[in-house]
């Protein structure tokens, strides 16, 4: 077996248990998006060009409210702001690949992929064929995502809406934030975002929302000095689907 | 919105989500993250996840329990099984399941 092949089947192996967490994720994005109103096609190939699970919840919830497009892209750029970070951490170790192959890592990283990326390339060697285990992660998630959220939108659009089903992205969202609170600035965080957006909700553009979570984010830091004394501040910590 | 509006939100929200992807990986640059972003970064899931749900859950639906309305019911219902099991997928079938039970029981106690 080649190297290549070997560091491809390698990412499979790491990313194997992540892609069963996806799997109902999946499946009820596709049903959220349908249940908020989108046509089953449409949320398939956001599924699959955008490929990021999050901020397509918040992209859905935002169409459904006939938001305007830039407000729905700004607040995806927010939400993906991590990947900035991901972007960063793993430059280093690709910077032997050429452009393509840079692009297609980039597009197919997510939370998974990166946090089983950057356990693995500090273990191998340096000739260790990085491009392919990157692959080997990220193509079997991109098939899990797309095809389940492909389900779950044409299973959506079966369900009766008594089952009132345009609950569901707020609901999910909800599932993300708690988990995502684990310290004390992240709450105060939190608070002013949630708070701010509710009383700015008459707002047009959906303005309540960016500026409530700009005005989070700065209450976020500042807070971080004030409770530094009293408690060390957690990386926030990714939900489990 | 439109369906060719849907899509262009689609196109350039895939645009941007790459943009952000790329942004270190296609540039090579050197130049680290500045510590201040780094510290806001931290910030931006809470923050925005909360700007998106309070308002969600707290739009009345027209049905309650007294002043109560049913999708707050259920949102804090979610919330607690969120915080203690820090599960999606179970905090949304909670979520669901209260929301289903009590607006089952409301419509059979009007009938």
């Known amino acids: 077996m080649s190297l290549e092949r070997r560091a491809f089947l390698q990412g499979f192996k790491d990313v194997a248990p992540m892609l069963i967490g996806a799997v109902p994720f999946g499946l009820i994005t596709g049903v959220s998006a349908v249940g908020a109103g989108m046509h089953p096609t449409d949320i398939i190939f956001m599924s699959a060009l955008v490929f990021a699970g999050s901020s397509q919840l918040a992209a859905i919830s935002l169409i459904a409210s006939g938001a305007a497009i830039w407000a729905i892209v700004l607040t995806v750029a927010m939400v993906n702001l991590r990947h900035v970070m991901y972007s960063l951490s793993l430059a280093p170790w690709l910077q032997r690949y050429g452009v393509l192959k840079r692009l ?24 260790y064929p990085r491009f392919h285990f990157a692959l080997g992660i990220g193509v079997p998630m991109w098939i899990v995502w797309v095809s389940t959220t492909a389900f779950g939108a044409l299973l959506g659009a079966q369900l009766p809406a008594e089952w009132q089903l345009d609950f569901a992205v707020p609901l999910l969202f909800l599932a993300l934030l708690v988990p995502a609170v684990t310290s004390r600035p992240l709450l105060v965080a939190a608070v002013v975002a949630g708070t701010l957006a509710l009383a700015l909700a008459p707002l047009p553009y959906n303005l309540g929302l960016i500026i409530g979570s700009l005005s989070g984010i700065a209450a976020g830091a500042l807070s971080e000095g004030l409770f530094r004394r009293s408690k060390p501040v957690a990386e926030p910590e990714r939900a489990q689907a | 919105m439109s369906r060719p509006e849907v899509w262009l939100a689609i196109a350039l929200a895939a645009l941007v989500t790459l943009a952000e992807r790329g942004s270190f990986l296609l540039t090579q640059s050197e130049s680290p993250l500045p510590p201040l972003v780094r510290r806001c970064l931290r910030y931006v899931p809470a923050a925005v996840f909360a700007a998106i749900t309070i308002p969600a859950l707290a739009q ?28 999606v997928t179970l905090t949304f079938v909670v979520g669901m399941v209260v929301l289903w039970l009590i607006s089952w029981v409301l419509t059979a106690s009007n009938a």
């Open chain 1, 104 to 127: 297609l890592v980039s597009f197919l990283m997510v939370d998974q992929s990166f946090a089983m990326t950057v356990l693995r390339y500090p273990r191998e060697a340096d000739d």
């Open chain 2, 60 to 87: 009345p639906s027209g049905t309650g329990v007294g002043p109560v309305d049913v999708r707050l019911l259920a949102g804090i219902a979610a919330a607690l099984v969120a915080w203690r099991t820090r599960n």
